[in-house]
């Protein structure tokens, strides 16, 4: 559904997008995710048809992203959606819905099946004297007036409260279900983790991971070790690795290894104690996000062909955690990130899969 081929987006000597390629399959919630500034605007403008390419080339349903004919297949919700105040949901989603030449019967149709799944309130209200929350829900609802194939979900539950934020979320998922395509960026990764099937992480014009949220982690990811003794086995530990720490009356090990594991209960044994507990602590998306954005990246500035040698693909480099993909970027404006417990388990039980 969505083709991008060696994409390139210069801003005078500075390259915001350079030989991007990836694909979105029909049906997919495709995330693409990085800190500020790394892009992600950039590459959704460019599918969006609100930027043109340098060079390369990006296909939406079977259309070049700079055809005006593409924009009739795709929906799209940016992080800044200004509505018209003086108008009513329903007077506005009206009016989007006479630009794209839809027939009023189908329009109130479609209109009223958005708002009720989205559980909008006072839609005869000026959205001037809504809340925030129900502002974005139009905003979405306004992204299906078309029937599109394709949407483009830029921050959708920035700044939402919870209940509203699992609307929204909820909503993506049965846009999937119903066959749509979903691009969906967002700062928050508990989001990501719980909608997308494939996400990409960028980091300074570059795209540093691709695949499932399992994929990513376990190719850039460490899982680690934890184990709960009675006693301090510290001293009988011969690991540069391990970190103990009291936790209550307990101790608590980090070790990266369960033949670390077998080496703490020796250690705990010998002094008298015993192993209470153990627990496999693996990485989540969050800390797989902030190990690599923190590694260097070759530089951005430049005209073609300046940025740096092209680096290798994922799938060639599998095993290679920091080895960079494609890049794009750009300065953009963001929520901070936040924060979610990384995936614990007892050890010997089923490993812990995405949020959900």
Known sequence: ???????????????????????????????????????????????????EPTAGEARVAG?????????????????????????????????????YGVPRPVADERIGTALDRLELDHRDRRLGDVSKGMKRKVAIARSL????????????????????????????????????????????????????????????????????????????????????????????????????????????????TMDAVDRVREAAAATGGTVVDIRTREPSLEDVFLDLVGRPMPGRHGAEGAVGETPATADDAEDERGSAVESTSEAEAGSEFEHEPAHESEAGGSRSGASK
């Open 1 to 51: 559904m969505i083709e991008v081929s060696g994409l390139r987006k210069t801003y005078g000597e500075f390259a915001a997008v350079v030989d991007s390629d990836f694909s979105v399959a029909e049906g997919e919630v495709f995330g693409i995710v990085g800190p500020n500034g790394a892009g992600k605007t950039t590459t959704l403008k460019i599918l969006a048809g609100l930027v």
């Open 63 to 99: 259309y070049d992203s700079t055809e005006a004919a593409m924009r009739h297949h795709l929906g799209f919700l940016p992080e800044e959606s200004p509505l018209y105040e003086e108008m009513t949901a329903t007077a506005y989603l009206r009016f989007f819905a006479d630009l």
């Open 145 to 256: 007036v078309n029937d599109p194939d394709v949407l483009i979900y830029d921050e959708p539950a920035s700044g939402l409260d919870p209940v509203t934020t699992n609307s929204v979320l909820a909503f993506t998922r049965e846009l999937r279900a119903a066959g749509k395509t979903v691009v969906f960026s967002a700062h928050n990764l508990y989001h990501v983790e719980s909608v997308c099937d494939r996400v990409i992480i960028m980091n300074e014009g570059r795209i540093v991971a691709r695949g499932t949220v399992d994929e990513i982690r376990e190719r850039h990811g460490e899982t680690t070790y934890r184990v709960y003794t009675d006693v301090n086995p510290d001293p009988g530990i011969d690991l540069e690795t391990a970190t103990t720490e009291a936790v209550g009356d307990r101790f608590r090990t980090t070790v990266p």
